[in-house]
């Protein structure tokens, strides 16, 4: 094992789960423990569960599970090796001397440090006569060289191999680059450019490392914009542009962009709190981010009818994270950096102030989409409307605009509330069975269903994974079975290797903790690993249940067709749970 029981041990003792949680979950006393919104993913109602006294967390409605080292590794998308450094260095611990980075981590620096030297590439290419097509299209979009430098923006030239041959000649090998996306294979087994005749943007991390691009062709050529592929420091969902420098705003509020040039010319502009996407629809995980940086948001997206669907489904996702949004109607121009150039900073101003709220975005989008002068389109309004505001908490708030919807429809405001109240009542009765959903699922071990082959039985997942939990808590009894089962007995394969790693620690010791396996699974697969003894915590325990989760392991295949759990009434519930401890499903 890489680092020692002990030092582990102490590292944890000496970083409490609740203070390092804090910056990015609003955590509120429930008992004896902590509740908060689940930074992995949205919600309204606060699931994720915070336990002080085994210094660990679980979401009861996306599975996340784990402790300190699990959780900074996710959210700062860190490798084990660094998760371990940040908590040793924020306790003020001394790393080890005989530690080392594994090769995961050595990767991983390889990589941000390619980026680097590809970013300083593009940037003087950029500055050179090959690249002046380049800086002559960025002056002629109004950037300032300073701006230009500020951002580190760069040229890509039209040859195959400049950056092959510049970062072969650093020692870097062309299998390596492709793997970091800055090469690409042919299907001849030929190695070449990622990026070509292209304006560069690095996408720069919240520790100022460059960690992958986007690159806008000089021509005809499609796309437009290419934006680097996941790699082993990179994941498109998870990230932001400009993030680095918007965060360190005044206020916590930020403005959401669609693209690289709008985001540039709005900082050039002195609105350095702006930020967009990377090449993606907005997602759950950059929602969240955003949330943590920010109590309000500018939804600034180009005013097309691309940019007002984007901005609607962008308002949705918001809605899932503790932030106020606001929604621009850009004015005097297609997107931001249009407005800015043909009207200047006042005007975007004015549009800042007069943006919608969320409720007053979906309304206007839901009239805009009827004819009201007619007594259909007054009604499909009067029904859109209704839906929309049974969605708000406040009761005042929802009073106030049915007032507005009933005057703009020529209701009585009173039928209005009463579809929003019918409304309610059946989303009410929706959640209560999504909830109770959710909960036999979690019980039942099947929330991580991308580790499991598609058609798994329930019970097998259910068998393999009380049967991890049952030798994690007792390794007496991996040895008392370890000759009746091997990995190859496991359909998941990540369950293999946690079966694998439990029996490398049985023989080396009489406590198995899921804390000491962070070095050989991914966060994903952590919380995987150290949420089977939180499921499984209240079920039997013995031997003999062991043996026959073994049993039902090797005698059921692989099939479909099984009942959702969901459809399960509790009485069904609790007797497959039983079924299952019996063998007879």
């Not at 996306?181 to 190695?191: A, C, E, Q, T």
């Not at 986007?214 to 914009?225: A, E, N, T």
Request: aromatic content about 10%.
């Amino acid at each position: 094992m890489r680092f020692s029981d002990a030092f582990l041990q102490q590292l944890r003792d000496k970083n409490d789960i609740e203070s390092v949680l804090a910056p990015y979950v609003n955590l509120r006393r429930a008992g004896r423990n902590l509740v908060g919104l689940c930074p992995f993913h949205g919600e309204k109602t606060p699931s994720f569960t915070v336990y002080p006294e085994d210094q660990t967390y679980h979401c009861y409605g996306c599975g996340e599970h784990g402790n300190v080292i699990t959780f900074v590794r996710k959210i700062q998308n860190l490798s084990y090796y660094d998760a371990v450094k940040y908590l040793a260095d924020r306790a003020g611990l001394r790393m080890p001397d005989d530690t080392f980075d594994d090769g995961m981590d050595r990767l991983r620096k390889r990589c941000l440090a390619a980026n680097r030297e590809a970013a300083r590439f593009y940037y003087s290419c950029l500055l050179n006569e090959e690249g002046k097509q380049g800086l002559d299209y960025l002056l002629s979009r109004g950037l300032k060289p300073e701006t230009i430098r500020h951002f580190g923006l760069g040229f890509a030239p039209n040859r195959w191999d400049s950056l092959k041959r510049f970062l072969n000649a650093k020692g870097y090998r062309d299998d390596e680059l492709e793997q970091f996306n800055l090469l690409r294979k042919s299907p001849k087994g030929h190695y070449y450019d990622a990026f070509r005749n292209r304006v560069m943007f690095p996408i720069i991390n919240l520790s100022g490392d460059v960690i992958a691009f986007g690159g806008r062709v000089m021509d005809d050529s499609k796309p437009k914009y290419l934006n680097s592929s996941d790699t082993i420091v990179y994941k498109k969902r998870r990230g932001i542009f400009a993030l680095n420098f918007a965060k360190n705003g005044p206020e916590k509020k930020l403005i959401l962009c669609e693209g690289y040039m709008d985001v540039i010319s709005m900082h050039q502009y002195g609105f350095t709190n702006t930020v967009a996407g990377l090449g993606t629809a907005l997602t759950d995980e950059q929602a969240n981010l955003l949330s943590r940086y920010a109590d309000e948001i500018y939804i600034c997206y180009d005013s097309d009818e691309a940019g007002r669907k984007a901005a609607d489904r962008a308002v949705g996702i918001f809605s899932k994270v503790n932030v106020k949004i606001k929604v621009l109607h850009i004015a005097g121009g297609k997107d931001p950096d249009e407005v800015l150039k043909n009207h200047g900073p006042e005007r975007m101003r004015m549009i800042l102030n007069d943006a919608l709220n969320d409720t007053e975005f979906k309304l206007s989008e839901a009239k805009n989409a009827q004819d009201l002068s007619t007594n259909n389109g007054r009604l499909n309004y009067a029904n859109a409307a209704a839906e929309i505001l049974a969605s708000l908490p406040n009761p005042v708030e929802r009073e106030l605009y049915t007032n507005v919807v009933a005057g703009e429809v020529g209701l009585p405001p009173d039928s209005i509330a009463a579809q929003i109240t019918k409304i309610r009542r059946a989303r009410q009765k929706k959640e209560e069975r999504s909830r109770f959903d959710t909960v036999a699922r979690n019980t039942l071990g099947v929330v991580k269903n991308e580790f499991y082959p598609v058609g798994t039985p329930r019970v097998v997942i259910a068998a393999e994974e009380q049967l991890l939990a049952s030798l994690m808590r007792n390794p007496d009894f991996y040895r008392a079975v370890k000759s009746e089962v091997a990995a190859e007995d496991f359909v998941s394969p990540v369950n293999r290797r946690i079966f694998a790693a439990i029996a490398d620690a049985a023989d080396k010791t009489d406590r198995i903790d899921p804390y000491f396996f962070e070095e050989l699974f991914s966060p994903e697969e952590m919380s995987h690993v150290s949420g089977l003894t939180e499921r499984f915590g209240t079920l039997g325990n013995t031997l003999q249940e062991c043996r026959d989760y073994i049993n039902t392991m090797k005698k059921h295949t692989i099939e479909s067709g099984q009942t959702e759990i969901g459809k399960l009434d509790n009485a069904a519930f609790l007797q497959a749970l039983q079924n299952i401890k019996n063998n007879k499903l």
